[in-house]
């Protein structure tokens, strides 16, 4: 068989990347070999995001830069998948003469046939739901080398329906895999040195919940923290009308789950929270949040807000701005809204200025960037366990993270790499913190 190379660009949340990864497993076993560089690619692939307006407009310009690509190599393979390709489905293979193929966020395990068939110039799109419980036992676990972290898949889809929010539309409903696969899976990569697991899912929290015979989610952070050589579990993302009181409690109770929990607001006002069809209050969500800090005391809470809502009044914004305070999040994924065709949100009339959202979500910025940077200059002259990951961002050093997710860089030879190392944090940016070997 002769190797071919494969550009693969993934955009987007963590689902994303680890369906990248998988990607690549499936296309290994008919010949192609990941490459960094797509001149030189025999196939490039975009795995994309329709979340936000701007990650879409970003793929749709790539897409329109790589016709260079295709017109100076007539063999070269094109195709799109994830949640883009899902949303526009056959549009795109109209609109673009160039693409040779679409695939959707359901039909990872078609995309070996459907490349063969690229090769012999047929041109495919394949974007139907799989709406079955063994939907993700369709789609292989990543093989490769070996790395320090790894994601895995508990969960697929969203029941909730935010008014803003397009996932249900394009990942489907939810769906849980079996726990049997899902711990078999994590067993394999302890055997090949992963220590840290991320147990990833649209909303981890409501994992089982519409499957008998399967356990909590909660219950089942506890079955993987009795696996031999899983040294830290983290998951994402939750939803917080789902954080179960159990779940809580194995903050308490579970030692090898991490110090950090995200924990999306979207909003600290309750008539804005109601209009995104979020499920709870703005005093329910301060509750979990209490429960947290009860029962783990230091654990960082990261989130993410929307601005600009429709109708959001600027009294709305600064009750935003206060739970911010409140909470103190450590880390914060804040985006101007942006309509999203096909959601509930998407009918409700704009009342706020592209100018005026720009100016609020600028003035939550730099709010973020004070909290963030009082949050973690507390840890300077710290010690703190690191699990080194891979080398630092200069010559000499390592690089991993702390218990609570922050990227630590101190020197270091790569033979560290894998490796639980005291440091004492010397200093503290906005982005990561530098360390000393203790």
């Avoid at 110039?121 to 369709?138: A, K, V």
């Avoid at 989610?217 to 159990?246: C, N, W, Y």
């Avoid at 997710?405 to 944090?425: A, D, H, K, Q, Y």
């Amino acid at each position: 068989m002769n190797e071919k190379l494969l550009y693969i660009e993934t955009f987007g949340c963590q689902m994303n990347v680890n369906d990248s990864e998988r990607i690549v497993t499936m296309l290994a076993d008919i010949g192609y070999r990941s490459t960094t560089a797509p001149s030189n690619a025999d196939m490039i692939l975009l795995n994309t995001c329709s979340v936000r307006g701007g990650a879409e407009e970003k793929v749709y310009r790539r897409l329109a830069n790589l016709k260079v690509f295709k017109k100076s190599n007539k063999h070269l393979i094109v195709g799109v998948g994830g949640c883009v390709a899902q949303q526009e489905g056959d549009e795109l293979l109209r609109k673009l003469p160039w693409l040779d193929l679409v695939f959707g966020t359901h039909n990872l395990h078609l995309l070996p046939d459907m490349v063969i068939a690229a090769e012999h110039g047929e041109r495919r799109c394949e974007t139907s739901f799989i709406d079955i419980d063994q939907r993700l036992d369709l789609f292989p676990s990543v093989k490769g080398a070996t790395r320090i972290s790894s994601f895995v898949t508990v969960m697929q889809g969203c029941d909730n329906f935010c008014s803003y929010c397009i996932v249900p539309y394009v990942r489907g409903r939810e769906i849980s895999r079996r726990s049997t696969e899902i711990l078999e899976e994590i067993r394999q990569l302890a055997d090949r040195g992963v220590q840290e697991v991320v147990l990833l899912g649209q909303n981890v929290n409501s994992y089982g919940l519409k499957t008998q015979g399967e356990p909590s989610f909660a219950e089942l952070v506890r079955q993987v923290a009795g696996i031999d050589g899983i040294q830290r579990i983290r998951f994402t993302t939750s939803h917080p009308k789902d954080m179960s009181d159990e779940l809580i409690a194995c903050f308490r109770d579970v030692p090898k789950l991490c110090s950090q929990v995200q924990l999306p607001a979207q909003s600290g006002s309750n008539a804005v929270l109601n209009r995104m069809n979020r499920g709870y209050t703005r005093e329910q969500y301060l509750e979990k949040i209490c429960a947290l800090k009860s029962v783990r005391p230091g654990i960082v809470i990261t989130g993410d807000m929307i601005v600009g809502f429709p109708g959001e009044s600027e009294d709305d914004f600064k009750q935003t701005l206060s739970l911010m305070e409140e909470v103190r999040y450590a880390d914060l994924f804040y985006f101007a809204y942006s309509p999203r065709p096909g959601t509930k949100a998407a009918e409700l009339a704009e009342e706020i200025s592209r100018e005026e959202k720009q100016q609020r979500l600028e003035r939550l910025q730099d709010l973020q960037r004070r909290i963030t940077m009082e949050t973690y200059s507390a840890y300077l002259g710290s010690v703190q366990r690191v699990l080194v990951e891979g080398e630092g961002k200069r010559p000499g050093q390592v690089s991993g993270k702390v218990e609570n997710g922050r990227t630590v860089n101190f020197p270091g030879e790569r033979t560290l790499v894998g490796r639980l190392v005291v440091v004492r944090i010397v200093k503290v940016f906005q982005n990561s913190l530098l360390g000393e070997p203790v």
